[in-house]
């Protein structure tokens, strides 16, 4: 008994490590069932086949991947005997020749497997790219599907990690944690098998270790899963932060509250570092733990080897010689080196699964708005416009509209007035299906909209908001929106249309003047006009102007208000404003209240009337008197 008393030693060492890993595991299950955690856990069978559904189109370069990976295989099962034949040969008398055979032989081995490495490199990064392409397609096409409601409710910070952040994460389990997980575990059952037929005995000491690498491996699993969750969230929460106080840095400055902002960055970089440092310390005592496996093996191995090979004495029936020693010395370093490999393989699985759980997330929100199975396509619309009885709220049992009822008749131009929170934006969201009604019925030229593909329906509108948004890039590309087959006479003519000509001609660039984030670089009643030059060149049979004249100088509004006269003889126009005196001549003027129509008519039927209209209107021009003054 005394004689294997080292082996105890080491057996009582790695058998407490596995009770405290057992305690941790069971502690941390307590945790959970305590902590509130609205996070979306998917298990690992789901997540790997939503995502080898991307690697199937490329399943030919997969499996020539696997044909090339059996090559370099070679090299893992092959040289230890090959090295072990050698320290056979040199024990004995050899002929020189005999020696530079074997060696010649593993160098070109090594060769080959070298070049299969590179080849199984080069063809995983070409996949692994294309794969990451359309990961990054279908989520911000998704994206692109979700409701205004659904939208509002994800912070941008959030759907732009999702888009870049997660995706990258998930590259790397394509280009290189399948092909290793599977060249690994292949090299340790042939390994197993080479080191079987060298020596049973020795090889079912080496299997002693195994049940502990599985233990560690399913235990570090539930602590790694849990600890990238972590880091994916903090990435998400700094990206939000970042995205929304440096599009509004602008406001922070005026307000002094630089120290602030900076105090709360800080705040989220520390949990950022937290939990990156938390996802270090669990790898950190798993890979050690697997290498003090490997150590141990070979220990037992050295002992029970040099044990035989100095007394000759037999180990389970066998004895070991020098030659079995190095073979086998060898064969342990290829069994574990896979081994400890798949323990950073499985850290960066255990990563591309957190970012997969965040991504397929996004995937699986049902858009709110979505055509039905017998929608239609509209090639034209006449304009005319019709509520029945339209009821919505944007929480349930808060009702925005309530009953609301009119019609429109193509080319008119009606204006919706009345006081903040009286439904006016609402009606034109509606129109547009940027949100689906609870009750009721929205027509276009007699048809539902919920019958119109919303495709269809929306390329027919075009949006004129108060605050316009000019994308990166030059004055032609925001006016186009990419749209190919355009002219730049074409272009031009639609800003002279609209009079936006008159400053287009004065800058350097003309159409191709730059045009930064946002277009900061250009004034508010600018902006204003390359929208109705965005909305004209585009030619819709609708036109929207949500407060499209608000906060602009008394030139640039001259300016746009002969441009909506010439629009009105576009199509239907349907107009939201505060000013009273923008809509003077709108055919019909719809007066709302808390959600509902109290008023409707042209200028003159509703002064005559002498109520709301009349009250607002004699309110806005007894101001202006003044300001006049």
Known sequence: MREYLPVLIVG??????????????????????????????????????????????????????????????????????????????IKEEFQLRDLYIRVAVYAGILVVSLICTYLQAMILQKTGQKILSQIRLDVFTHIEKLSHEQLNNIPVGKLVTRVTNDPNAISYMFTNIIVTLAKNSMVIVGVLGAM??????????VLCFVPFVVLFTVIFRKFSRRVHRQVTNATTDINTYLSENLSGIKITQIFNREEQKMNDFLDRSRKLRKAKFNRMYVFGIFRP?????????????????????????????????????????????????????????????????????????????????????????????????????????????????????????????????????????????????????????????????????????????????????LFSGDIRSNILLREEGISDEEVMEACR?????????????????????????FSAGQRQLLSFARTIIHKPAVMILDEATANIDTETEILIQDSLEKMKNIGTMLIVAHRLSTIQHSDNIILLSHGEIIEQGNHQQLLSLHGKYYDLYTLQYSKQQIQNR
């Open 12 to 89: 009582a060492i790695i058998g407490t490590f596995a009770l405290v890993f057992i305690l941790a595991y069971i502690a941390l299950q307590k945790h959970k069932e305590k902590e509130d955690d609205n996070e979306r856990h998917m298990s690992d069978g789901e997540i790997i086949k939503r995502l080898l559904s991307y690697a199937k189109p490329y399943w030919k370069s997969f499996v020539g991947v696997f044909f090339i990976m059996i090559f370099s295989i070679i090299y893992d099962l092959v040289s230890p005997l090959i090295v072990g034949d050698i320290q056979g040969l």
């Open 289 to 469: 733990m697997v290498y003090m496996l490997f150590v141990s093996s070979q220990m037992c191995l050295f002992y029970f080897g040099a044990k035989g090979y100095i007394n000759q004495t037999e180990f389970m029936g066998q004895i070991i010689d020098s030659s079995v020693l190095v073979s086998f010395y060898m064969y342990i370093s290829r069994f574990f080196n896979p081994i400890q490999t798949l323990a950073e393989q499985f850290d960066m699985l255990q990563r591309s699964f957190a970012s997969s759980e965040k991504i397929f997330a996004i995937l699986d929100m049902v858009p709110e708005v979505v055509d039905e199975e017998d929608a239609i396509d509209l090639p034209e619309i006449k304009g005319e416009i019709e509520f029945k009885d339209v009821w919505f709220a944007y929480k349930p049992g808060e009702w925005v509209l309530k009953g609301v009822s009119f019609h429109v008749e193509p080319k008119q131009t009606v204006a919706f007035v009345g006081s903040t929170g009286s439904g006016k934006t609402t009606i034109l969201s509606l129109i547009c299906r940027n949100y689906d009604i609870q009750k009721g019925q929205i027509l276009i030229d007699g048809i539902d909209i919920k019958k119109i593909k919303i495709s269809s329906l929306r390329k027919h509108f075009g949006q004129m908001l108060q605050d316009v948004f």
């Open 497 to 521: 249309y609209v009079n936006a000509d008159k400053f287009i001609n004065k800058l350097e660039g003309g159409l191709n003047e730059v045009v930064r984030e946002r277009g900061n670089n």
């Open 196 to 205: 079987l037929m060298l020596n049973y005995a020795l090889t079912l000491m």
